[in-house]
């Protein structure tokens, strides 16, 4: 659960399944709300979790939505996830370890939301799962994700190096890589897939304020 949610103070096993999972309710609430203030009428047919790790967003969505695919590249998320699942028959977890989303059918979602994922993966591979997402939109569906920019000295060194740097800072030991993508080739991304930008935030990004900048977008398909 730290790993999918990292606050400092959960670190060690102090995340409860029941605290844990009402984080999610809140921010799905909160997110729906956001969608719905951009003038933006909803179905509430399918949905897509994309790096739904143990189905924290995806089980709230669930109760929103008539079915929902949770999809993340970890099996032992995966299978967590399915012990986890109050909603079995709304609620659905695949493992995807492909570098695009070829193996769900076009035009079949109303909505995906993807959040603290995106950032995780190699900037090459988001731009491909962000294409995904709008070869995936049904006309009139919508998508709400969120993906880190690079700034100041971080924009300078490339993502390899700080890669190797950290594997010998670890000794060899699993840590969360950053991978930044510019708000440039998000936009160019969106739109070469038939998307409409409806809004976008970018704000600080907290506790990584000298390296990285957040960015939000909440996007159409016409």
Not at 58 to 73: C, R
Not at 179 to 204: C, D, F, M, N, Y
């Amino acid at each position: 659960m730290w790993v999918v949610l990292t606050d400092p103070a959960k670190k060690g096993g102090g995340w409860q399944a029941e605290d844990f999972f009402a984080t999610g309710r809140d921010e799905i609430r909160d997110v729906l709300e956001k969608v719905k203030q951009a003038g933006i009428a909803l179905k509430f047919g399918r949905a897509l979790d994309f790096g739904c790790g143990l189905g924290r967003l995806s089980q709230p969505l669930g109760e929103s939505f008539a079915v929902v695919n949770g999809v993340d590249v970890s099996a032992s998320m995966i299978e967590k996830a399915k012990a986890f699942n109050r909603l079995p028959a709304k609620v659905f977890y695949h493992l995807n370890v492909r570098t695009d989303l070829n193996a769900f059918a076009a035009d079949s979602y109303d909505f995906i939301y993807s959040n603290i994922c995106l950032q995780h993966i190699p900037t090459q591979f988001q731009l491909s799962y962000i294409a995904g997402f709008m070869r995936l939109l049904r006309s009139g569906g919508a998508a709400y994700f969120q993906t880190i920019h690079a700034h100041g000295w971080r924009q300078w060194v490339p993502d390899v190096a700080v890669d190797s740097y950290r594997k010998i800072k670890y000794h060899g030991q699993p840590f969360i890589p950053m991978h930044g993508v510019s708000v440039k080739q998000v936009r160019a991304t969106i739109a070469a897939g038939g998307g409409l930008l409806q809004k976008e935030i970018s704000a600080p990004y907290g506790g990584f304020e000298s390296r990285y900048g957040l960015d939000v977008y909440i996007v159409t398909k016409p």
